[in-house]
């Protein structure tokens, strides 16, 4: 099964049930602000889908907010959520593994889409089109299960990181901001543990 499949189907069952689901996106909102962004900067939420941070950030007066997700499920379930406002967001169904962006992009915001790459060369393919979506200055915020998160998640095995990690499959071209621990409460009831880290692109 392809990664669009696999998750149209998680999507189609209803976003509200999946394990991700978080009414208010408080965990992104936190590191938006440790990383010092404002409603001026270009956001690109990889991985979006039907995550509520697009309506957080309209209401908080961002106007350059583009959602990228493979499920075209999940994103036309956020546009139905939103409404008349969804015509204020910029909407890419691609799979970010081989999507290459024609713009780049001031914050690059991943809650829970790292993780699901556990092979090598699907994690170069990301780091890849991180560098081709941002420029000098450009801050990355990462959510990613943490060392003593789960091992698995939508049936799909996952890789836990910690902030040091993190940092070092970014690798030199991005500083370490700072970072913070979630302890997610899903759906069911379930915690998950997730590292928050946040880092500054310097070339």
Same mark, same amino acid.
């Given at each position: 099964?392809?990664?669009?499949? #696999?998750?149209?189907?998680?999507?189609?069952?209803?976003?509200?049930?999946?394990?991700?689901?978080?009414?208010?996106?408080?965990?992104?909102?936190?590191?938006?602000?440790?990383?010092?962004?404002?409603?001026?900067?270009?956001?690109?939420?990889?991985?979006?889908?039907?995550?509520?941070?697009?309506?957080?950030?309209?209401?908080?007066?961002?106007?350059?907010?583009?959602?990228?997700?493979?499920?075209?499920?999940?994103?036309?379930?956020?546009?139905?959520?939103?409404?008349?406002?969804?015509?204020?967001?910029?909407?890419?169904?691609?799979?970010?593994?081989?999507?290459?962006?024609?713009?780049?992009?001031?914050?690059?915001?991943?809650?829970?889409?790292? #993780?699901?790459?556990?092979?090598?060369?699907?994690?170069?393919?990301?780091?890849?089109?991180?560098?081709?979506?941002?420029?000098?200055?450009?801050?990355?915020?990462?959510?990613?299960?943490?060392?003593?998160?789960?091992?698995?998640?939508?049936?799909?095995?996952?890789?836990?990181?910690?902030?040091?990690?993190?940092?070092?499959?970014?690798?030199?071209?991005?500083?370490?901001?700072?970072?913070?621990?979630?302890? #997610?409460?899903?759906?069911?009831?379930?915690?998950?543990?997730?590292?928050?880290?946040?880092?500054?692109?310097?070339?």
């Amino acid at each position: 099964m392809d990664a669009a499949h #696999h998750w149209d189907l998680a999507y189609s069952e209803g976003e509200r049930t999946r394990s991700w689901f978080e009414s208010e996106p408080v965990g992104s909102l936190r590191t938006f602000q440790l990383a010092g962004v404002s409603p001026a900067d270009s956001v690109i939420d990889a991985g979006g889908g039907a995550s509520t941070l697009v309506d957080a950030l309209l209401e908080r007066g961002f106007d350059d907010v583009t959602v990228l997700d493979v499920s075209a499920t999940g994103i036309q379930a956020a546009q139905r959520r939103l409404g008349p406002s969804a015509g204020r967001v910029q909407w890419i169904v691609a799979d970010l593994r081989d999507w290459r962006p024609s713009r780049t992009y001031q914050v690059w915001h991943d809650r829970a889409v790292l #993780h699901f790459l556990t092979a090598d060369a699907d994690r170069q393919s990301y780091l890849d089109t991180l560098t081709a979506s941002t420029a000098a200055g450009a801050a990355a915020i990462l959510a990613t299960f943490a060392p003593d998160g789960p091992r698995q998640c939508s049936g799909l095995p996952v890789a836990r990181y910690s902030a040091h990690d993190l940092a070092a499959l970014l690798g030199d071209g991005w500083a370490p901001v700072g970072d913070d621990r979630e302890e #997610h409460v899903t759906p069911a009831g379930a915690v998950q543990p997730f590292v928050w880290a946040v880092f500054r692109r310097t070339a």
